[in-house]
Nanobody, 124 residues
């Protein structure tokens, strides 16, 4: 069982940056692939980024590639999402997720464990 708690969301102007964090419980954090997803009002939840156990393998949605960076610190049981050049269309609730499937290289899903989400709002 893994519990996930996101933080770092907020209100930012277009072109700005935010760094999201997701703290995970448990001693086997490195055995999980981690992912970030987002859900905008009236839209389905969508994949944003994923990272494998060592941090050496990552994958991004085309919409965020080159602007967002996912990373992890296994010693701190934490995964991060650095978001740069934010645009109003990035406004959403961002969720952290974990799964043992695809733990080596990351995966776009499905995921077994989810955080409660953190709101990111980008003003124009």
């Amino acid at each position: 069982q893994v519990q996930l708690v996101e933080s770092g969301g907020g209100l930012v102007q277009a072109g700005g940056s935010l760094r999201l964090s997701c703290a995970a419980s448990g001693r086997t954090f490195r055995a999980y692939a981690m992912g970030w997803f987002r859900q905008a009002p009236g839209k389905e939840r969508e994949f944003v980024a994923t990272i494998g156990w060592s941090g050496g393998s990552t994958d991004y949605a085309d919409s965020v590639k080159g602007r967002f960076t996912i990373s992890r610190d296994n010693a701190k049981n934490t995964v991060y999402l650095e978001m740069n050049s934010l645009q109003p269309e990035d406004t959403a609730v961002y969720y952290c997720a974990a799964t043992e499937k695809g733990w080596m290289v990351g995966t776009r899903g499905p995921y077994d464990y989810w955080g409660q989400g953190t709101q990111v709002t980008v003003s124009s």
